[in-house]
């Protein structure tokens, strides 16, 4: 398997790639059981660490994916935006916005 050339962010974090691998490392050390405490710790903490910034990447990542929305004609996928707005935020503009309208009347026919 060829290695790849690192890629940083500009404020040299790992990428999620990089971060997986060495979290994979620490793991390893810790399981294995042959490091001192203090060792152990600081390990510790950079996993915590390197598991944040991979979070923080998925996230990232997660709000850059565009939702398909269905097809054109000739068959080519039509997407929008993700709209990244937590839920709650949705949720209470949608309960003000039925509290300044009037309750719509059904139609018994």
């Not at 390893?28 to 152990?40: R, S, V």
């Not at 390990?43 to 979070?55: A, F, K, N, P």
């Not at 003000?96 to 018994?108: K, L, M, T, V, W």
Request: net charge negative; charged share 35%.
């Amino acid at each position: 398997m060829a290695k790849r050339t690192p890629r940083h962010d500009s404020d040299d974090r790992p990428s999620f790639e990089e971060a997986l691998e060495r979290l994979e490392e620490i793991v390893h050390q810790l399981e294995e059981g042959d490091i001192g405490l203090n060792e152990a710790l600081a390990r510790y903490e950079d996993g915590v660490r390197l598991l944040r910034q991979s979070y923080d990447l998925l996230e990232h990542a997660e709000r850059r994916i565009e939702l398909l929305s269905g097809v054109d004609a000739e068959g080519n996928p039509l997407s929008q935006p993700f709209v990244d707005q937590p839920t709650r935020e949705q949720g209470q503009r949608a309960s003000r916005r039925s509290e300044s309208q009037p309750p719509e009347q059904e139609d018994i026919s």
